[in-house]
T-cell receptor, first 113, second 117 residues
């Protein structure tokens, strides 16, 4: 069975500081993909970053980077230089060979001015 | 259209009534997914379409829930005899293909907020 775990229901970070949002996963699929999405108060799900299980390097997209540790089955999201607009819910998700997304319960991030 | 469009954006219905939720995917997207997000919760997978067929209906919570997709485009999620526990945001997503292992990040719609009173 596939499972995504996000253990931080809420996080606070000072503006311009970096923050790490934790995500661990469990799967028996040999190939899988890991995603992070941002959900602002408007409700829209915004794709942030993707990491394939066979990718050798950690994914980066602007201020977002994914700290992928395959042996530990973790896929933490690092946001550098936090901005007020980063305040939102963040969801970690995984897809395996079954093409079904599995989402974590989310982390609410608040950026403090 | 430019994005995934869902309608209505908000729906209030009385317990026991049927509701239909609509999803218009991005033109050319062959895969379409429905999710449910209850207040303060993560996303719960409901159903997935590849073209007009639904290879995976495992997430539908009960036989009151059904979905169809016509012309490989618009999809309708129908909830019959709504219950208060059906209150949630229903999100639709689409992508070009059903293999998500190739960095084809989903595009989500803004959702339909359903309230059953």
């Amino acid at each position: 069975a596939q499972k995504i775990t996000q253990t931080q229901p809420g996080m606070f970070v000072q503006e311009k500081e970096a923050v790490t949002l934790d995500c661990t996963y469990d799967t028996s699929d040999p190939s899988y993909g890991l995603f992070w999405y941002k959900q602002p108060s408007s409700g829209e799900m915004i794709f942030l970053i993707y990491q394939g299980s066979y990718d050798q390097q950690n994914a980066t997209e602007g201020r977002y980077s994914l700290n992928f540790q395959k042996a530990r089955k973790s896929a933490n999201l690092v946001i550098s230089a936090s901005q007020l607009g980063d305040s939102a819910m963040y969801f970690c998700a995984m897809v395996g060979t079954g093409n079904q997304f599995y989402f974590g319960t989310g982390t609410s991030l608040t950026v403090i001015p | 259209g430019a994005g995934v469009s869902q309608s209505p954006s908000n729906k209030v219905t009385e317990k026991g009534k049927d509701v239909e939720l609509r999803c218009d995917p991005i033109s050319g997207h062959t895969a379409l997914y429905w999710y449910r997000q209850s207040l303060g919760q993560g996303l719960e997978f409901l159903i997935y379409f590849q073209g007009n067929s639904a290879p995976d209906k495992s997430g539908l919570p009960s036989d009151r829930f059904s979905a169809e997709r016509t012309g490989g485009s618009v999809s309708t999620l129908t909830i019959q005899r709504t219950q208060q526990e059906d209150s949630a945001v229903y999100l639709c997503a689409s992508s070009f293909r059903d293999s998500l292992l190739l960095n084809y990040g989903y595009t989500f719609g803004s959702g339909t907020r359903l309230t059953v009173v």
